[in-house]
């Protein structure tokens, strides 16, 4: 079981920056593979990126491919979503997930047992 809550959305202009948070209590982060998602209002939950630590991948969705990284730190079992050149598409709850590793199928949402409630992020032009 594990138990995932997010932090630092918040209200940005566009061209900003923000680093997201995703604090993991329970097992290990490493035993999971991990992934952010993010949902506009009136819009489908989208896949934005994935980690596999402990096969050494990373995946983006096209649309944040070279502006946004997602990293790990195992010491503290959190993982982070660093988002810069943010504008105001990137708008939207953002959720963590976890779950088993999850081979090619990584950018669907139905492969994570687990999630955390969200945390906003607003981008003004």
């Known amino acids: 079981q594990v138990t995932l809550v997010e932090s630092g959305g918040g209200l940005v202009q566009a061209g900003d920056s923000l680093r997201l948070s995703c604090a993991a209590s329970?097992?290990?982060?490493?035993?999971?593979?991990v992934a952010w998602f993010r949902q506009a209002p009136g819009k489908e939950r989208e896949f934005v990126s994935h980690?596999?630590?402990?096969?050494?991948?990373?995946n983006y969705a096209g649309s944040v491919k070279g502006r946004f990284t997602i990293s790990e730190d195992n010491a503290k079992n959190t993982v982070y979503l660093q988002m810069n050149s943010l504008n105001p598409a990137d708008a939207a709850v953002y959720y963590c997930?976890?779950?088993?590793?999850?081979?090619?199928?990584?950018?669907?949402?139905?492969?994570?047992?687990?999630w955390g409630p969200g945390t906003q992020v607003t981008v003004y032009s």
């Open positions: 329970g097992r290990p982060f490493s035993d999971y593979a």
């Open positions: 980690l596999s630590w402990s096969r050494g991948m990373t």
């Open positions: 997930a976890a779950g088993p590793y999850t081979g090619s199928t990584y950018y669907r949402d139905d492969r994570y047992e687990y």
